[in-house]
């Protein structure tokens, strides 16, 4: 509960922002002024790790907060190999299996796009995002899932003028988040994030931003 209260207390994050330069926390506000979770990005049981790090350094670059990990054929393998870099300025949820994420997702008012080049659906150079979409990435062999695409409210593909019938998983990613979030930002659609969201994150980037954290906290709260 302690947590839960310290993520919304302004107080605290004034005063842990004391500990930051001046040019840090600026950076802080005009990254996250340009993010969204209107947009989400879930990635299926990916085997190579590099892959899964690339579509989350992906979403860093092009403003995408969170991203699932379904984990169900590989296990828990995540932790001890993304830890650093572009993956601790985004939200990472992982899930059990497809099904748990999907009704997450859609709970959460999500529209399921899979990215699939053999199902018939709208290229990417057709698709608009008017409703908060998640998109489906699967594997580097097999793709995605007989769920994802049975519970899929719609398909995407890349159009492709070679021999090869798919591209890798994080340079698909990385296009189609790159034109999404572009269409997305000079649209009327709401994409930022809310209020809420906005302190949450400059609490937990502040808090990731300062060594020996634990100590600070404990120290404000004492005096």
């Known amino acids: 509960m302690i947590i839960l209260y310290l993520m919304f207390d302004l107080d605290l994050l004034k005063y842990l922002e004391g500990f930051l330069t001046e040019r840090r926390k600026h950076r802080f506000e005009q990254v996250l002024a340009k993010r969204t979770n209107f947009l989400t990005v879930a990635i ?16 860093d670059a092009f403003g995408v907060q969170t991203v699932h990990v379904i984990e169900n054929r590989f296990g828990k393998r995540l932790d001890k190999n993304i ?3 572009a993956e601790q300025w985004v939200d990472v949820h992982r899930h059990q299996t ?19 080049p053999h199902e018939n659906g709208n290229e990417l150079s057709d698709v608009k995002v008017t409703k908060k979409t998640a998109l489906f990435f699967g594997t580097e062999r097999d793709g995605l899932s007989g769920e994802v695409l049975k519970r899929a409210d719609g398909f995407l593909s890349i159009p492709m003028q070679g021999f090869s019938e798919s591209l890798n998983i994080s340079v ?14 000079t649209s009327s659609v ?31 709260l004492t005096t």
Request: charged share 30%.
């Open 44 to 59: 299926e049981d990916v085997y190579q790790l590099h892959n899964t790090s690339a579509v989350i350094r992906s979403c």
């Open 83 to 85: 830890a650093m870099g």
């Open 98 to 116: 497809t099904t748990a994420c999907i009704d997450r997702l859609k709970t959460d008012g999500y529209h399921i796009i899979a990215t699939t």
């Open 172 to 185: 698909a990613a990385a296009i189609i988040l790159q034109k999404l979030t572009k269409d997305l930002r």
């Open 190 to 220: 709401q994409w930022q994030l809310s209020e809420n969201e906005l302190l949450e994150k400059r609490m937990d980037w502040t808090k990731k931003s300062i060594k020996d954290v634990e100590r600070v906290i404990e120290r404000y």
